[in-house]
C-alpha cells in the first residue's frame, strides 16, 4: 500500500512540476523564450529576445542569435500563435528562423526549423539528406523520393 501512495505522490508531483505553455497566449510564449537560450545539438545555440506581438496576423517574433561554432548569425523567428485548432494541433507551434531583414532561406548548415510543444520541450529539424543512387533513382522511375527528416529534442 505504501509502494501505491508513494508513486501516487510521485505522478502528482511530476505533473504539478511539469511546465505548461499556453502556445495561444503571447504573454506565456513571450515568458518562456524571451532571452532563453537554447542548445541546438552539435550544431550551436540559439537566444531568443522578444520583439513584437502582431495582432492582426497573431503571430509573435523574436530577434534570434544563432551561435555557431565559427560565428554568430542574427536572424528572426515568427511564430504564429493564433491557429485554427480545427486544422492544427494546439499543443505545438513551429519556429523558422530566417534573414533578419527578409523572407529568403537560409543556408548556414544548421537546424533552422524548431517545434515548441506546451511542455516547453523544443525539437530541431535534422537535415534531410538523399543519396545519389535514390535521387536518380526518383527521376528516372517517376516516383516521388518520400524522407521525412526525423526532430531530436534540443538541450
Given at each position: 500500500?505504501?509502494?501505491?501512495?508513494?508513486?501516487?505522490?510521485?505522478?502528482?508531483?511530476?505533473?504539478?512540476?511539469?511546465?505548461?505553455?499556453?502556445?495561444?497566449?503571447?504573454?506565456?510564449?513571450?515568458?518562456?523564450?524571451?532571452?532563453?537560450?537554447?542548445?541546438?545539438?552539435?550544431?550551436?545555440?540559439?537566444?531568443?529576445?522578444?520583439?513584437?506581438?502582431?495582432?492582426?496576423?497573431?503571430?509573435?517574433?523574436?530577434?534570434?542569435?544563432?551561435?555557431?561554432?565559427?560565428?554568430?548569425?542574427?536572424?528572426?523567428?515568427?511564430?504564429?500563435?493564433?491557429?485554427?485548432?480545427?486544422?492544427?494541433?494546439?499543443?505545438?507551434?513551429?519556429?523558422t528562423l530566417s534573414?533578419?531583414?527578409?523572407?529568403?532561406?537560409?543556408?548556414?548548415?544548421?537546424?533552422?526549423?524548431?517545434?515548441?510543444?506546451?511542455?516547453?520541450?523544443?525539437?530541431?529539424?535534422?537535415?534531410?539528406?538523399?543519396?545519389?543512387?535514390?535521387?536518380?533513382?526518383?527521376?528516372?522511375?517517376?516516383?516521388?523520393?518520400?524522407?521525412?527528416?526525423?526532430?531530436?529534442?534540443?538541450?
Open positions: 500500500m505504501r509502494v501505491f501512495f508513494s508513486i501516487v505522490i510521485i505522478v502528482i508531483w511530476q505533473s504539478v512540476l511539469s511546465q505548461t505553455i499556453d502556445l495561444s497566449s503571447e504573454n506565456s510564449i513571450r515568458e518562456f523564450l524571451n532571452d532563453k537560450e537554447i542548445k541546438v545539438g552539435e550544431y550551436g545555440a540559439v537566444q531568443f529576445t522578444y520583439e513584437k506581438y502582431n495582432r492582426e496576423f497573431g503571430s509573435i517574433d523574436f530577434k534570434v542569435l544563432y551561435r555557431l561554432p565559427d560565428r554568430a548569425i542574427p536572424l528572426k523567428a515568427n511564430i504564429m500563435i493564433r491557429l485554427d485548432d480545427f486544422s492544427f494541433p494546439k499543443y505545438v507551434r513551429t519556429i534573414e533578419a531583414n527578409s523572407y529568403t532561406t537560409l543556408n548556414i548548415n544548421a537546424p533552422t526549423i524548431f517545434q515548441l510543444f506546451e511542455n516547453g520541450e523544443i525539437y530541431y529539424q535534422e537535415k534531410t539528406s538523399i543519396s545519389m543512387a535514390e535521387y536518380i533513382n526518383s527521376i528516372t522511375s517517376g516516383k516521388a523520393f518520400i524522407n521525412s527528416p526525423t526532430y531530436k529534442l534540443c538541450n
